[in-house]
């Protein structure tokens, strides 16, 4: 197993080039499935999560290739349409599977992906909405065993919940399905508008991109004319750089970004008495005289982001003050605070809510990382704590991050990846 180990007390300078979302390539590399021709997709992240669908997406039958981030796929062959527990318990969102498989074979067996560290993670509503569409659904040995002989039919849909890959799975279904879908309470992340977009490019017609509501005329069972694509920035790798310049009160650059999806982000450090620069696709953070505590609530977009609730909360334990942060998406999405106590970080924990003194001075320690971005959380406590911290468990952070020591090596910290 290995390990990352990190010396304390670090300023950071320079810039970092961030990579393609993990988030808009997952569901990106799924549609591929409703596609009648070999796709070059362009700023693919070479992370685990892609590697692991990849993995997926050619035990199905489905042939790719794939080298400095450029991947092109050729899913003609594809002739399974199960998608075996083996890989599905290793990413849950392999469940972006179910809807393109489901729409181009008419069935599909999907394992439940089961929940995670950061909640239970239910796709009840994926199942309802495909259910609404004409399919039958039936949950058998940890199998969702999911029928449409006939093809899925349009239908008007609403989300009880804001749901980013149940919106994702229901618009590529409803991009082959027989007739007009319309969804309320779609998910509006970049991620999801970027889905969109590419089945725009493919000759689906979709109105209302970006909106909570969209209207998607079906393709009637027939495959798609897919066009080559460049996935978007990843706006939490980014972020979590920011967080990085931010703790270290370090002015670093991160290139390759789209600033207007992270304004939420680059308000709060403001807020948070940072300065912030931006160019249609770099932002500079600046030190602040006084970092500031901060009030957060996390939401869906383009509220603040969930995936960026870690890495605020380590930022806030050096705030001269008290922060508190409300997690209202996740039931779960805390198990980085009893890590970041190992440092001595002074949270509180009540119910969704977490209270952090701000003024405190961090300890290096052995620490274990529990899920994707609260390791990254682990990381950013360690720049600035006292002595070398090591951080256990990280294959939960190279399933979403790119070359993590290396970008961070960059600019100028010391960190290392070693076996334990
Ligand atoms: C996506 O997960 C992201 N993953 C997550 O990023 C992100 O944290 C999350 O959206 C919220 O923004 C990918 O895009 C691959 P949801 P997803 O369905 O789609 C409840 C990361 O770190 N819900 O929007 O699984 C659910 O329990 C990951 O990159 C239901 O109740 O999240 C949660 O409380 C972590 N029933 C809320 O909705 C359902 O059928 C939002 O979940 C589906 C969801």
């Given at each position: 197993?290995?390990y ?39 700023n ?6 892609v590697?692991?669908?990849l ?6 039958g489905?042939?790719?290739?794939c ?26 969102a ?44 039936e949950?058998?040995d940890?199998?969702v ?59 689906v ?19 798609l ?14 972020g ?43 932002i500079?953070?600046?030190p ?66 977490a209270t ?20 990254s ?23 979403g991050?790119?070359?993590l ?16």
């Amino acid at each position: 197993m290995q390990y990352l180990s990190i010396k304390g007390n670090q300023k950071l300078k320079g810039s970092v080039g961030i990579s393609g979302a993990k988030n808009a390539a997952l569901p990106l590399l799924a549609v591929t499935l409703l596609s009648k021709n070999r796709v070059s997709i362009e700023n693919i992240p070479e992370v685990e999560d892609v590697k692991t669908l990849l993995t997926l997406l050619g035990n199905l039958g489905s042939n790719s290739s794939c080298s400095n981030n450029h991947v092109t796929i050729d899913t003609t062959e594809v002739k399974s349409a199960c998608a075996n527990y083996e890989i599905v318990k290793k990413m849950r969102a392999s469940i972006l599977t179910l809807g393109p498989l489901l729409a181009r074979f008419g069935h599909c067996e999907v394992s439940l992906p089961g929940g995670c560290a950061i909640g239970q993670r239910p796709i009840d509503l994926h199942l309802n909405a495909l259910e609404q569409m004409g399919a039958t659904i039936e949950l058998k040995d940890g199998y969702v065993v999911a029928k449409a002989p006939n093809g899925l039919k349009g239908a008007a849909i609403i989300f009880n919940k804001i749901t980013v890959t149940g919106s994702e799975n229901i618009i590529m279904a409803a991009s082959l399905a027989h007739g007009v879908t319309k969804l309320v309470n779609v998910a509006k992340e970049p991620e999801v508008v970027q889905l969109c977009e590419v089945l725009q490019d493919a000759g689906v017609v979709i109105e209302g991109v970006g909106t909570s509501n969209l209207i998607i005329f079906g393709s009637c069972g027939k495959l798609l004319d897919m066009k080559n694509f460049k996935v978007i920035p990843d706006r939490i790798e980014a972020g979590t750089y920011l967080c990085a310049g931010a703790i270290t009160n370090s002015k670093i650059t991160v290139t390759n970004v789209n600033p207007n999806h992270m304004k939420e982000i680059t308000l709060k450090l403001i807020q948070m008495g940072f300065g912030i620069k931006e160019t249609k696709s770099t932002i500079t953070i600046l030190p602040a005289k006084k970092i500031l505590p901060i009030h957060i609530e996390t939401t869906e977009y383009p509220g603040f982001p969930t995936d960026m609730q870690a890495q605020f909360m380590a930022l806030c334990t050096q705030a001269n003050g008290t922060s508190v942060i409300n997690e209202r998406l996740f039931e779960n999405r805390f198990m980085h605070v009893s890590e970041l106590g190992r440092m001595g970080t002074n949270i509180k924990l009540e119910g969704h809510s977490a209270t952090i003194q701000g003024d405190s001075q961090l300890n290096s320690a052995d620490v274990m990382a529990t899920d994707l971005r609260a390791s990254s959380a682990l990381i950013l406590a360690g720049f600035v704590a006292k002595g070398t911290t090591k951080i256990h468990r990280i294959y939960h952070l190279d399933r979403g991050y790119e070359n993590l020591e290396g970008k961070f090596s960059k600019l100028g910290a010391k960190i290392e990846r070693l076996e334990e």
